[in-house]
């Protein structure tokens, strides 16, 4: 029986996962695949602490670089997370033509367009199944399953947090900091959860798929990003009592040449499958023109979740070894040149307004009329009354198709009218046709 010989750089809950599932379902692969996954080395800082595994003398170390220019390492496992130090591992394992297999998202969606172009410089490869979607095979999907098509339209739910975190909201009747703070409690929120709630965690995985998409690089400075800080109880009532759920939406498309590429907290029909996605899952709904629509769930994060990724770009790193056919397929071939990303305030959609205004005639009529000198056309408007405020009421207006720039300036008038209390709340809605 064949071995690949693995160095693993990151011994924590992912890096004990993969260990774990190895020697779990080591046989399994080696049956299907004719490749046994073999852990000859592990580096990690914390060479103490009980993962519940037992390890062979010897194969744990906390030297990095050595454990990278063993000779008993083919392929290098990276799963220290981070930008730097991961980096630094990530080019050494190049450097010497070891592919190297890495979760880390946010290493690519800054430095992939270095670390690809040095991989192919030495003749070796980057794997990354499980940067992007934990355990659900959506970049193999990508690259491979769906090579025939021009892909028009991605929408996919990224964050396992943030969707766990509405998902509770809605289901709890709970607010936004106190789903938070039991998301924490039970392991699904960090103790800084700026990262996920605030949409950059899905803006870095946003960046790679684009990239595939459309075969140009871009990183996750060039994605349009909102969180969910934003979103109350109210909202995910009134969006539920307009046939809508409220998701953290990555939105990736193409439009007369430009692409489009945003982080956004959206509404979206709640019948539809994206609708359905709940709490920690996540999801990648994919329009080819060929094939149509199409749609990958599963869970996106966590330690059996990640190492299932990893464990299947080890099986393409031993197979392709042993096939002598590296670069078979380039990981980002950029075949397209589009005419750039389109601005913030050039991006089309419908919205969801919700404006508090003084409860008294004439309100709809001022709203309307601005909106209306913005050429903004209104689609449907919701005004509910508020038992013990007498003074106020709620007033929820979803418009047609906008520009984005006209919202902007239009939402600036709004809220300087004195009939208008508080600071206005706009969500994107997506119905995903």
Not at 361 to 390: C, F, H, N, R
Request: aromatic fraction near 6%; include cysteine; charged fraction near 20%.
């Amino acid at each position: 029986m064949q071995q690949i010989k693995i160095g693993l750089i990151g011994f924590g809950t992912v890096g004990a996962g993969l260990v774990e599932s190895i020697q779990k379902n080591g046989e399994l692969i080696a049956r299907r695949s004719g490749v046994l996954p073999v852990i000859t080395k592990i580096a990690d800082l914390d060479l103490h602490s009980d993962r519940g595994l037992s390890l062979p003398e010897g194969v744990l170390g906390s030297d990095a670089m050595a454990l990278i220019a063993s000779p008993e390492v083919e392929v290098v496992v990276e799963l220290v997370g981070g930008t730097t130090a991961a980096r630094s591992f990530v080019e050494a394992a190049l450097k010497l033509g070891k592919p190297v297999v890495t979760a880390n998202k946010a290493l690519l969606a800054t430095h992939g367009e270095e670390l690809f172009a040095l991989a192919k410089e030495h003749g070796s490869e980057i794997y990354f199944e499980a940067s992007v979607g934990g355990g659900i095979p959506c970049i193999k999907a990508l690259r491979e399953g769906l090579i025939g098509n021009r892909i028009q339209e991605v929408y996919a739910i990224l964050n396992g947090t943030c969707n766990y975190i509405l998902s509770v909201m809605e289901s709890h009747n709970h607010d936004f900091e106190l789903v938070l703070k039991e998301a924490q409690k039970a392991g699904y929120a960090e103790a800084d959860p700026g990262m996920d709630v605030d949409g950059i965690d899905t803006a870095h995985k946003a960046s790679i798929l684009a990239s595939l998409v459309f075969g140009q690089w871009f990183t996750a400075a060039d994605v349009e990003v909102d969180g969910i800080r934003q979103v109350t109880l109210h909202d995910i009532h009134y969006a539920a009592s307009l046939g809508y759920k409220i998701k953290l939406l990555a939105v990736i498309k193409e439009r007369a040449g430009r692409i489009q590429l945003s982080v956004n907290p959206s509404l979206i029909p709640e019948r539809s499958l994206l609708g359905h996605v709940s709490g920690v899952n996540n999801a990648v709904w994919v329009k080819g023109d060929i094939v149509g629509s199409t749609m990958y769930y599963g869970r996106g994060a966590g330690r059996q979740a990640t190492s299932s990724a990893v464990l299947a770009d080890i099986v393409d790193v031993a197979l392709n070894l042993r096939g002598n056919c590296s670069n078979r397929l380039p990981a980002f071939p950029l075949f397209e040149q589009y005419q750039g990303l389109l601005s913030k305030e050039e991006l089309l959609s419908r919205y969801y307004l919700r404006l508090q205004v003084l409860d008294q005639p004439g309100m709809l009529a001022i709203i309307s009329g601005i909106l209306g000198k913005y050429q903004i056309s209104i689609a449907s408007v919701t005004q509910k009354e508020e038992i013990g405020d007498q003074a106020s009421v709620p007033m929820i207006i979803l418009t047609h198709q906008a520009k984005s720039l006209d919202m902007s300036q239009a939402l600036a008038e709004i809220s300087r009218e004195k009939c208008v209390l508080g600071k206005p709340v706009l969500f994107h809605i997506e119905d995903l046709t």
